[in-house]
């Protein structure tokens, strides 16, 4: 219990750092029940929390979370919310799948949407849809495969040259982009502090309480933490990497830290010079390279570098040496904005598996999990909470049996130090022959 590694994400996230501050955190005191219990708060603990409670509206539901909501990942990612299937998820032959990826994803769309409009709530949410960027013949030779595999699937695509490429984002670096228009983009913490603010009145949220022990004892399940502990007859684990340290799914993700960087917002001045638009993202054709976002209130993100985090985190050197690439890749985009400062650095842990599985279901006898989502998170952690809370509170549903289809049980990694030579080896591999297009 001791050696337990906990959620302890920098202070440095622009998205979360630019909200208004958030009044105190109810803390965990005493012994509570509950008939639910949800540990952490991002978009798979939001989601399912506040489906719990709208089905079993005379039950009490419980989120806990180590953090403020908004602090961990869900709130520190590039905030796109993907409609297609990315990555390994578009690969293989199998059209079916894949189809059943894009139903889930515009499931979750529709549902983060619903819920924005419903409470007003205020996160940048936009169809700006999304571009992919290439800048090298590399590049554009992914771009290609990924416009064959959309016209596979029906799916509509828009293929961009450097000349109508360059007025949507103000630089001239890019050869080529492929628009999908189904992708929404968002401030992510604003989106999950939102989510939190509208919950359900059956559901009671403490926050800034690690859980630091689960088990089971006379039929109930008991999470202890620093001051209390909560009792509860059923849980949902919306935990991703940390839900190794609760016991389970144990060497079967890959802690993997990617970085952000945000600048101020350009004055009318820089937005001229600049020449683009704003509210739109751009992620790389080739997965090593650079997402690029310019918000809604005119500021440039940057991400790139991922890092293999045995411990879970970063160090403030770490950040700054990091800070330094994304200043490079910001200069060859926009040499005339070269003076403008980022106001944030920040990482983020994502939880990869080696089949590129993720797993949603039943771990125990009333113990849910959804997880390792393989850095994409948004659209699936959304809907794989939501179903879950459907399932765990006995429900059966299309949707779910095509989460339960596309989901599996990630593949065992081998041990350390085997793991950290081979992962780092890939990940210096990844970004030498990508180093074109970051
Ligand atoms: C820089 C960056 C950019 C990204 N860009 C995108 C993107 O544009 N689109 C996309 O889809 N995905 C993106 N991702 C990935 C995405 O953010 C993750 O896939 C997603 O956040 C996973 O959601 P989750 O709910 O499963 O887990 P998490 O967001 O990791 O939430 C887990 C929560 O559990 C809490 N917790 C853990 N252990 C405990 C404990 N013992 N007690 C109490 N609470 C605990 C944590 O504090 C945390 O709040 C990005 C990630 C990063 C870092």
Not at 375 to 390: D, M, N, Q
Request: overall charge positive.
């Amino acid at each position: 219990m001791n050696n337990l590694k906990l959620p302890a994400d920098d202070q440095s996230c622009g998205w979360y750092e630019t909200l208004p501050p958030q009044p105190a955190s109810l803390t965990l005191e005493g012994t509570q029940q509950s008939d639910w219990l949800v540990i952490g708060g991002g978009f798979v603990g939001t989601a399912a929390t506040r489906r719990l409670a709208e089905l079993n509206p005379h039950q009490k539901v419980t989120l806990i979370d180590a953090q403020r909501i908004g602090h961990g990942t869900s709130g520190r990612n590039s905030g796109f919310v993907i409609d297609l299937p990315h990555k390994g998820d578009l690969e293989g032959p199998d059209i079916e799948r894949k189809k059943k990826f894009i139903t889930l994803n515009r499931a979750a769309i529709q549902y983060l949407e619903e819920r924005v409009q419903q409470h007003g709530i205020d996160c940048q949410w936009s169809h700006a849809g999304k571009l992919q960027g290439a800048v090298s013949e590399r590049g554009v030779k992914f771009l290609e495969h990924f416009q064959s595999l959309l016209k596979e699937l029906d799916e509509p695509f828009e293929m961009l040259d450097r000349q109508a490429l360059r007025p949507r984002v103000g630089t001239g670096y890019y050869q080529q982009a492929l628009f999908t228009p189904g992708c929404t983009l968002m401030q992510p913490a604003a989106l999950m502090r939102g989510m939190l603010a509208h919950m359900p009145a059956n559901v009671t949220c403490y926050e800034e309480t690690p859980v630091l022990k689960l088990e089971r004892r006379n039929g109930r399940w008991i999470a202890s933490t620093r001051h209390g502990e909560i009792q509860a007859a059923k849980v949902i684990l919306g935990t991703n990497i940390f839900t190794e340290q609760l016991g389970y799914l144990k060497s079967r993700m890959l802690p993997i830290m990617t970085f952000a960087s945000m600048t101020r917002p350009l004055s009318a001045a820089e937005f001229a010079a600049y020449g683009g638009g704003d509210d739109w993202g751009l992620t790389p054709a080739d997965h090593a390279g650079t997402t690029l976002r310019m918000t809604q209130d005119r500021r440039l993100i940057v991400r790139n570098q991922y890092r293999f985090v045995p411990r879970y985190g970063s160090t403030a050197q770490q950040r700054q040496q990091i800070q330094a690439m994304h200043r490079q890749a910001l200069i060859a985009r926009y040499p005339m904005l070269k003076d403008l400062p980022f106001d944030y650095t920040w990482g983020g842990v994502c939880a990869l598996s080696r089949n590129y599985t993720s797993f949603f279901g039943e771990l125990e006898d009333g113990l849910f999990a959804s997880c390792c989502h393989n850095g994409v998170g948004a659209a699936r952690g959304t809907i794989s909470g939501k179903l879950l809370a459907e399932m765990a509170s006995g429900g059966d549903s299309q949707l779910q049996r095509f989460m339960q289809e596309v989901s599996g049980m990630p593949a065992r990694l081998p041990p350390q130090p085997f793991l950290g030579v081979g992962v780092r080896a890939r990940l210096k591999y990844a970004e030498w022959v990508s180093r074109s297009e970051v």
